[in-house]
């Protein structure tokens, strides 16, 4: 019977094609084992039948070579910059907006001081009429 992992990263994936460290790792978490026990057995299950062939294991877990750290590896360098370049783009237009909205306050303000010089003028001039 083949059991797909229903959850993480690898959701979907049979166990059968995981990674042997990433299923131990799984197992060392508490939690998991607390919530997912059906599961924590299925694991038990397929890393048995690993350890039967001890060489096979041995050569699955040997690192040669120094893992990529995640954060140095291209997708996520691109992702990163991906994120880095919207983020600019929202705080570009922001400052856009920003410029456009204190640039209507002066309209506004001038227009005010137009319009209360046309009103005083006005006054001015109907005062004089009356006298």
Known sequence: MQI???IGRFKGQPLAEMKTTYLMWLLTN????HKRWGLTQAILVE???RFVDFDELQAELKQ???PVPH?????YQAKKAKRKAANLAALEQRRVDEKLAKLQVVRAKTQL?????FVR???ELDGSDLV
Do not use: G, I, Y
């Open 4 to 6: 797909n992992m229903p």
């Open 30 to 33: 508490d939690l998991f084992r």
């Open 64 to 66: 040669d070579e120094s």
């Open 71 to 75: 954060w140095k590896e291209p997708a």
């Open 121 to 123: 003028s006005w006054v």
């Open 113 to 117: 001081v137009d319009a209360s010089q």
């Open 47 to 49: 890393l048995s039948s």
